[in-house]
């Protein structure tokens, strides 16, 4: 009994997503002061929730222009969740007897992969010395992550896993700055176009790589990179207990201990992954008060993500069966050893452990400030000055304001600009840097 009473007291969380709410909600209002306020009094409540706290605020120092604090936070994080991915056997157990929010939170692989790309940009908005090999870890990692596949799967569901094309496209982007190395750019290129087929610009980039030619005598380039629409968000749903659900569980469970499966299980708890509808899916660019187009999406972060939980949905809904076996098994266990045959007694561990068991929480913690999309627009102009404008965009076509910023274009080199469009309102600042 005591056992029970103490599995009972350290029972599962409530939900991740309600607490960050408002800050969340202040980012997307553009109130950067307001949202790191809340974040940093979630972080000092939160400890379980510390590594993605970091990865919110990370998103909010790169928007208000502070790349290197912004790097400095997704380089703690990555190192973190790389550390996490060594198996923790007591937090392993404890999980079983409460929820997965027991356990320190290592990050979905969607997320391993953003953190590599979101280190490439913000590097490169700062010096760049980095980037490119933050752009190699964002391909070694996704190889890494679908070479692991998943635990209990007879196959692996994550060979199916679309690849994230944006460490690709920027490395490209920056061996072709060297003016040296076309044929490294056009077999990066040569990947985006592979994994990702619906984003056009990359064809003419193969082109003029294969030529050997960044830009015209007493020409420069700007890169203007765009983190678009808001990300993706778990939250906590009911699923039934499909077969191949349980046989996984029923593999999990030979591992873990001499259990067996209930002949009928109850729908269980787990986290889902959402992607919002947005108002915004791009962003028009003007030069000089001239219009030029509108950016296109080298990685769609959303659809990765509702992908990637889709193609994990066996293993993660195995989990939550394996935990309510084991909660059950630990409820008969204790009143074997107990002997109780007394029928209030014995009412009372069947209401205790009712009650455990729905006290248990979906893990819905996540990188809450994701974009949905990343974007991208490379524009040839001459050397000197230029007014670049920028505005959010739907279907091709403004729907807002646009904010305005100075670039200085240099002959033969790449400027980098990144703007943030969440919402209509772009938040922070227009960033620009000359690497």
């Keep these: 009994m005591s056992l029970l009473l103490a599995c009972l007291a350290i029972a599962g969380c409530a939900s991740h997503s309600v607490p960050l709410r408002d800050a969340r909600q202040a980012y997307y209002a553009g109130d950067l002061r307001r949202a790191d306020e809340l ?52 937090e392993a157990t404890l999980s079983l007897l409460t929820d997965d929010t027991r356990r320190a939170y290592a990050g979905e692989d969607y997320e391993k992969v953003m953190i590599r790309s979101m280190l490439a940009l913000s590097n490169l908005m700062r010096d760049g010395s980095d980037a490119e090999a933050y752009c190699l870890q964002v391909d070694q990692k996704q190889a890494e992550i679908i070479e692991t596949g998943v635990p209990g799967e007879e196959e692996n569901p994550k060979l199916g896993y679309k690849r994230v094309a944006f460490g690709s496209y920027l490395h490209g982007v920056l061996r072709e700055a060297s003016h040296l190395h076309y044929d490294d750019a056009a077999r990066s290129f040569g990947q985006v176009a592979a994994w990702e087929p619906n984003f056009i610009g990359v064809q003419s980039d193969l082109q003029r790589v294969s030529a050997g030619v960044h830009s015209a005598p007493d020409h420069g380039v700007v890169y203007v990179f765009a983190l678009v629409g808001r990300g993706p968000y778990k939250e906590e749903t009911a699923a039934e207990a499909t077969s191949n659900a349980l046989l996984v569980a029923d593999r999990i469970l030979s591992a873990v201990g001499d259990h067996t499966l209930p002949p009928t299980i109850a729908p269980v708890k787990i986290p889902r992954v959402v992607a919002p509808v947005n108002e915004v899916d791009g962003v028009y660019v003007a030069v000089d008060e001239r219009p030029f187009g509108v950016t296109q999406t080298v990685t769609n972060v959303n659809e990765l993500a509702v992908d990637q939980c889709q193609a994990t ?45 729905a006290t248990e929480s979906a893990d819905t913690r996540c990188w809450g400030l994701l ?65």
């Design 371 to 435: 974009p949905a999309q990343i974007q991208v627009t490379r524009i040839e102009l001459p050397v000197g000055t230029h007014q670049l404008s920028l505005g959010p965009a739907r279907g091709g076509q403004p729907i807002g304001p646009a904010n305005s910023a100075a670039v200085q274009v240099e002959n033969g080199r790449n400027t980098y600009v990144l703007v943030s469009y969440p919402t209509r309102e772009m938040v922070g600042e227009i960033l620009t840097a000359t690497p």
């Design 39 to 90: 974040l940093v009094k979630a972080s000092s409540k939160r400890s379980r929730d510390a590594d993605v706290l970091k990865l919110d605020q990370a998103m909010l120092h790169l928007a208000a222009g502070r790349a290197d604090e912004a790097e400095r936070l997704l380089r703690e994080v990555r190192d973190r969740f790389d550390h996490l991915e060594q198996k923790d056997v007591r």
């Design 313 to 357: 949905m066996n293993h993660t809904i195995a989990r939550a069966v394996v935990r309510r076996v084991v909660k059950k098994a630990t409820v008969y266990t204790a009143k074997d050893q107990m002997k109780v045959d007394n029928g209030l007694l014995n009412f009372a561990f069947d209401a205790a452990g009712v009650v455990w068991e």
